[in-house]
């Protein structure tokens, strides 16, 4: 059997919940990919730990952080056009997520398995409370 690295799967409520993960979880070795990072806030806050961060975000929301944040690494790219994604050369260890504004919990999840399977990265911090409020009603038998 193929030695696979396992992936922790974080849900997050709210933004302040999902920015307090990347001081507890990002270090100076970490290549994260930010989908949905609208304003560039958080994709800036996880750049000031990590060692590289990239940030796709389709939404008209990207010029203005482009403007903000000049410095940042920041593409026009639809999260669900993963091959695009790919084009960027890039072998993410940790992803975050926050496209749950306007998404239902099963295109979230659908997003999750997608990158999961195509980067095998250690970490995926998700923004959705419909996510979080759904595993919090879980448990393992």
């Given at each position: ?6 992936c922790?799967?974080i ?104 990158y ?26």
């Amino acid at each position: 059997m193929e030695n696979q690295r396992k992936c922790l799967i974080i849900p997050t409520k709210g933004v302040k919940e999902y920015r307090a993960t990347v001081p507890k979880y990002i270090n100076s070795h970490d290549i994260v990919l930010e989908i949905g990072f609208a304003w560039g806030t958080t994709t800036n806050l996880i750049a000031q730990y990590a060692k590289k961060v990239v940030g796709i975000d389709k939404g008209e929301s990207y010029w203005t952080a482009v403007k903000t944040y000049p410095d940042l690494e920041l593409y026009k790219l639809d999260g669900f056009r993963i091959d695009s994604v790919l084009d960027l050369g890039y072998d993410f260890n940790k992803i975050y997520i926050d496209i749950s504004g306007c998404r239902s919990i099963f295109q979230v999840m659908k997003i999750v398995l997608m990158y999961k399977g195509a980067f095998r990265p250690e970490l995926i911090v998700v923004k959705s409370t419909q996510l979080k409020r759904f595993v919090s009603e879980c448990s393992l038998g």
